[in-house]
C-alpha cells in the first residue's frame, strides 16, 4: 500500500454535508442506495451485498461506523475507520463512502434520503430487529423502500479476525500519516526539532536490580530452589528513567524526587547527574531509596524482592517540591507517579496548583503493585497511562479501548490521552478543541519485534511524546514516536535511555518494509 492508494480513492470520502449536495433532495432522478456497517473485515459476505445493492440503484453509498462507536469485543475494530472506508471506496461499485459518527445511522439516514437503505437478508428473520425497524420507520416516512439482499452464506468478520488476525501494522501506520498530511521525512524533523527544551521531572525514584543467578536445585524437605550467584546489574527506573530518556532525546532536564540515605541514593544521583541533568534530590532519612531486585535464573525471573516505603511525603517535604515545581523554569513539567510516597490524593492537587501557567502539564501513573488513579491528575495537556491502570480508575472491565479512552479523557479533562496498550500498540484521543472540532482518535500498533524485556517501554512513550508535542504539537508524531521508542525499549534487556538515534534507525526500518525506502 502506497500513498497513491488513498491519493486514487479519497476522492469518494464524503462527509454527510457534502454527500447531500451531491445527490440532491428525494425523490431524485438517479436512484440512490445506501449500506451501513462495520466492515472491519471486507468478506464475500459484504461483496454480495454491496453487488447485490448496486443493481438496484444508479448510486451506491457505502456508511461505515465510527471506530468510536464499535462494541464487538475490547480491541475493536481491527481497521481503523479510514482505512476501511478506503477499503470500500475501492470497489468500483461503491460511489461513495461516509464515516458515521454516530451511534446509529438514523440520523443520516434522515438527512440523506436514499431511495432504498439495503440491509443482509438474515435482518427478516424471525421479524425485524428493534434497530432495523427505527431505520425502516425512518426510510419509508420519507417514501424511501427496504431493500433486503439475498444470500445463502452468513460471514462474520468478528469470526474471522478470532480465526486469525491479519497483520496490518504498515497499512495502518501509513493510513495515520496520510489523514494528518504527513511522511516519515515529518517523524525525522521531528526528532531534530525535539532538541533543546527544558522539562522539570517529578516522581519517584526506583533503582532496578537485576541479580543473575544459576539454577543448582531444590531442596529435598522444602520446595525451595537453589541458584548460584553470578553478578548483579543495578538500573536508575522509575521517574528517573523518565528523566534520562528526555535527556538523551535532547532536552535539558531538572529531575526533583525524594531518595533514602543510602548508598543506592548516592548511586541514582551520580548516575543522573553524569547524564547532565540537574537534581533536585531530597533526602528522607526515614525511608530507603525504593528498589526492585529481580531475581533471574536462565532468562526467567524466579522471584522479585522489593524494598520500599510506601508512606506518603511529609508535609515539609511537600512544600519543598511544590516549591520547585513552582520556580523552576520549564517549558514542560512531567509528573511520573509510581505511587512510592510522592504522589496521593493528597498531595497531588498541591503539587498540580504550583504548576505555572502556560506551562505544558504531563502525567503518567506506572503503578505495578499499588494502587493508583490517574484521574486525580485534573486538566493535564498529555496523560499516559496504561489499560489496566485506566479500567482502575474508572471501575471499568468491560468497554472497548475506544470507549474506555473516550471516558477517561472526560474524567480527566485532559488535552491528550495515550492509552498504553502493552504489545497491542496505543489508543490515542484528543476531545474537540471546540465547534466544528469533532476531536481525533485512533490506534498506532506496536513496532516492537524481538521483545526482550518491557520494563520502562511506558517511560520511553512518555517522554519522546511529550518532547514531540512540544516540538510540533501533532498527536500524531507524538504517538508514532512514542510507540517507537517504547519498541526500541522493549528490545533491550535493562532500563536503557533511548537515543534519537535509536528511533531513527526504527524509522528507517519501518519506511523500508512499508515500500518507501526499497
Known amino acids: 500500500m502506497t500513498a497513491e492508494f488513498f491519493e486514487k480513492y479519497e476522492f469518494k470520502l464524503k462527509t454527510p454535508e457534502e454527500l447531500v449536495a451531491l445527490i440532491g433532495p428525494f425523490p431524485r432522478d438517479k436512484k440512490v442506495i445506501m449500506c451501513h456497517g462495520v466492515f472491519d473485515v471486507v468478506h464475500p459476505g459484504h461483496v454480495r451485498h454491496l453487488a447485490y445493492a448496486k443493481t438496484k440503484a444508479d448510486i451506491l453509498v457505502a456508511s461505515i461506523t465510527a471506530d468510536k462507536h464499535i462494541k464487538k469485543g475490547a480491541y475493536r475494530p481491527h481497521v481503523p475507520e479510514r482505512l476501511r472506508a478506503l477499503n470500500l471506496a475501492a470497489f468500483e461499485m461503491v460511489d461513495y463512502v461516509i464515516i458515521d459518527g454516530n451511534a446509529k445511522p438514523l440520523e443520516n439516514l434522515a438527512a440523506l434520503q436514499p431511495d432504498f437503505f439495503a440491509k443482509g437478508f ?15 420507520d425512518i426510510v419509508e416516512g420519507y417514501g424511501g423502500g427496504m431493500i433486503f439482499t439475498p444470500g445463502d ?61 544459576t539454577l543448582i536445585g531444590g531442596q529435598t524437605k522444602t520446595p525451595t530452589f537453589s541458584v548460584l550467584y553470578q553478578g548483579k546489574d543495578d538500573y536508575i527506573g522509575g521517574a528517573g528513567i523518565v528523566a534520562q530518556h528526555l535527556r538523551a532525546a535532547g532536552a535539558a532536564v531538572t529531575f526533583s524526587t525524594v531518595l533514602g540515605k ?72 512531567v509528573f511520573s507517579d509510581f505511587r512510592h510516597g510522592i504522589f496521593n490524593h493528597w498531595t497531588v492537587p498541591q503539587l498540580t496548583a504550583a504548576i505555572p501557567k502556560d506551562i505544558y502539564k504531563v502525567a ?10 490517574i484521574t486525580e491528575f485534573k486538566g493535564f495537556d498529555l496523560v499516559t497511562p496504561n489499560e489496566r491502570e485506566a479500567r482502575f480508575a474508572l471501575g471499568d ?3 472497548t479501548v475506544g470507549a474506555l479512552a473516550g ?11 495515550i492509552l498504553k ?12 478543541s471546540g465547534p466544528g472540532d469533532g476531536g481525533n482518535y485512533f490506534s498506532v500498533d506496536s513496532f516492537s519485534q524481538n521483545i526482550a524485556d518491557a520494563v520502562g517501554a511506558g517511560d520511553a512513550l512518555l517522554s519522546y511524546a511529550t518532547l514531540a508535542m512540544l516540538a510540533t504539537g501533532s498527536e500524531a508524531i507524538a504517538s508514532i514516536l ?37
Open 364 to 373: 503518567d501513573s506506572q503503578v505495578a503493585s499499588r494502587w493508583g488513579n
Open 482 to 518: 512514542g510507540s517507537m521508542a517504547a519498541a526500541c525499549e522493549c528490545e533491550i534487556d535493562g532500563n536503557v535511555p533511548i537515543k534519537p538515534a535509536d528511533v531513527l534507525a526504527r524509522i528507517d526500518q519501518v519506511e523500508k518494509a512499508a515500500g518507501y525506502g526499497a
Open 407 to 417: 471516558a477517561l479523557t472526560d474524567a480527566n479533562a485532559c488535552k491528550l490521552l
Open 122 to 136: 438474515e435482518y427478516t428473520s424471525g421479524g425485524l430487529p428493534a434497530a432495523t425497524q427505527e431505520e425502516a
Open 421 to 432: 496498550l502493552g504489545d497491542r500498540g496505543a489508543f490515542v484521543s484528543r476531545p474537540a
Open 262 to 333: 543510602d548508598d543506592l541514593a548516592t548511586f541514582a544521583i551520580d548516575g543522573l547527574k553524569e547524564a547532565g541533568i540537574t537534581v533536585n534530590a531530597i533526602i528522607d532519612e526515614t525511608r530507603p531509596t525504593t528498589n526492585k531486585n529481580a531475581i533471574i535464573a536462565g532468562g526467567y525471573r524466579l522471584l522479585k524482592v522489593d524494598t520500599l516505603d510506601n508512606r506518603s511525603i511529609s508535609e515539609s517535604i511537600l512544600e519543598h517540591l511544590a516549591e520547585k515545581v513552582a520556580t523552576t523554569e520549564t517549558d514542560a513539567v
Open 397 to 399: 472491565q468491560d468497554s
Open 153 to 213: 452464506i452468513v460471514y462474520s468478520s468478528s469470526r474471522l479476525i478470532e480465526l486469525a488476525a491479519p497483520n496490518i501494522r504498515l497499512e495502518k501506520l501509513l493510513a495515520l500519516l496520510h489523514a494528518h498530511g504527513l511522511g516519515f521525512a515529518d517523524l525525522r524533523a521531528a526528532l531534530d526539532k525535539m532538541k533543546g527544551f527544558k522539562v522539570h521531572v517529578v516522581g519517584d525514584t526506583i533503582v532496578d536490580s537485576y541479580t543473575r543467578t
